[in-house]
């Protein structure tokens, strides 16, 4: 029978979700990857008693992460009942609804009949009265925006959801989707975002300062830019790598001068003292706009190497300047 440390609050951080009284750990599990249909159970168990056991307190799930849609649900659900029952408590569990899960054309994007039915399925697979925070997965071109944050709010006024969120927003819409529910009175705290030092459009678009000054949560999503921002490619493409996999990451993108700028951001790192994909998650938290940062992870020793940047995400500017004039941004 799994008993979780007694030590695991005193190492970890933990931030409040823009203005809500919800505090999320500086580092949480994102379960994208290596949860789904073909992946070790054992595996998956030991990564989340892992996490938890060094204060990891957030699990973070969508309707659709698999690869078969829903596996990775339905995996958490049986961790759940092995280990975590007793803790529910004590975790934040996540899901989102918004890509294609069934046929017919009430199955993805945002519609009131698509978002409740699809959340009622999440807590079904992990069999659970209720998820944390429950997000709108994308942003939908043809659906009403106030018809999908008024199912947001119906899946928290039902007791199905405790809070709102929205994950893939840019700013102009993160602006009206938070009018809307204020309106509605439905406690919106967060945007789960695409961020890494490769990956600035958060910055660009205006949208993560704009989220610091309104009081929205940001929590960061493909940090290091689906394994770049790590010494995994320095040598060639690994046998095991998502490139090889046929993963979202193409072999395209390894590029000789993307290759360079790896290289030397691999020793921007060495200099402070971490491993390039600890310095990478480090400079997403590195000011104070980011509440969360999503690491997934393979093996339980890669969440306990990313989890020691807690205590490290400050940079000097010297630091910030030789960052940016290697990604091509002095």
Same mark, same amino acid.
């Given at each position: ?23 999320? /750990? ?7 990857? *290596?949860?789904?249909?073909?992946? *070790?159970?054992? =595996? ?18 969508? =309707? *659709? ?18 280990? @975590? ?10 899901? #989102? +609804?918004? &890509? ?5 054309? !009430? ?5 009131? #009949? !698509? ?15 209720? %998820? ?9 071109? =043809? ?11 119906? +899946? ?6 405790? !809070?709102?969120?929205?994950?893939? &927003? ?24 695409? &961020? ?24 960061? @999503? ?15 493409? /690994? ?8 993963? +979202? ?16 951001? *691999? ?9 390039? +994909? ?31 940047? %807690? ?20």
């Amino acid at each position: 029978m799994y008993v979780a440390d007694s030590t695991r609050y005193e190492g970890m951080v933990y931030n409040y979700s823009g203005r809500s009284g919800l505090r999320l /750990p500086a580092v949480s599990l994102g379960l994208w990857h *290596n949860f789904g249909t073909y992946d *070790n159970f054992g =595996n998956m168990k030991a990564m989340c008693r892992t996490a938890f056991d060094h204060g990891i307190t957030h699990f973070d799930l969508a =309707n *659709n992460y698999g690869p078969e849609p829903g596996s990775a649900e339905e995996n958490f659900g049986r961790i759940l009942a092995d280990d @975590f029952r007793s803790y529910r408590d004590q975790l934040v569990i996540s899901t #989102k +609804a918004g &890509y294609t899960m069934w046929e017919g054309p !009430y199955g993805d994007w945002g519609s009131r #009949k !698509y978002l409740l039915a699809s959340l009622d399925q999440s807590l079904k697979r992990m069999k659970l009265d209720y %998820v944390d925070i429950f997000y709108h997965h994308r942003m939908d071109p =043809n659906t009403p925006l106030e018809e999908s944050m008024m199912a947001l709010d119906t +899946a928290v006024k039902s007791g199905r959801a405790l !809070y709102a969120g929205i994950s893939n &927003y840019d700013r102009e819409t993160t602006r009206r989707a938070m009018e809307i529910l204020k309106d509605l009175r439905c406690p919106f705290i967060i945007n789960q975002s695409r &961020y890494s030092i490769f990956d600035r459009h958060i910055e660009q678009d205006g949208l993560k300062h704009f989220a610091a000054e309104h009081g929205c949560g940001i929590i960061a @999503f493909s940090p290091l830019a689906q394994g770049l921002l790590t010494d995994k490619y320095l040598g060639g493409i /690994p046998e095991d790598s998502r490139v090889k996999k046929g993963g +979202a990451l193409k072999a395209s993108a390894i590029t000789k001068e993307k290759l360079a700028q790896i290289a030397a951001l *691999n020793q921007v790192a060495a200099e402070r003292g971490q491993t390039l +994909a600890q310095m990478a998650l480090s400079w997403v938290l590195r000011d104070g706009e980011v509440t969360s940062v999503l690491i997934g992870a393979s093996k339980p020793e890669q969440i306990l190497e990313n989890i020691g940047i %807690v205590h490290k995400t400050e940079f000097t500017s010297e630091e910030i300047q030789s960052i940016d004039r290697i990604c091509g941004l002095d």
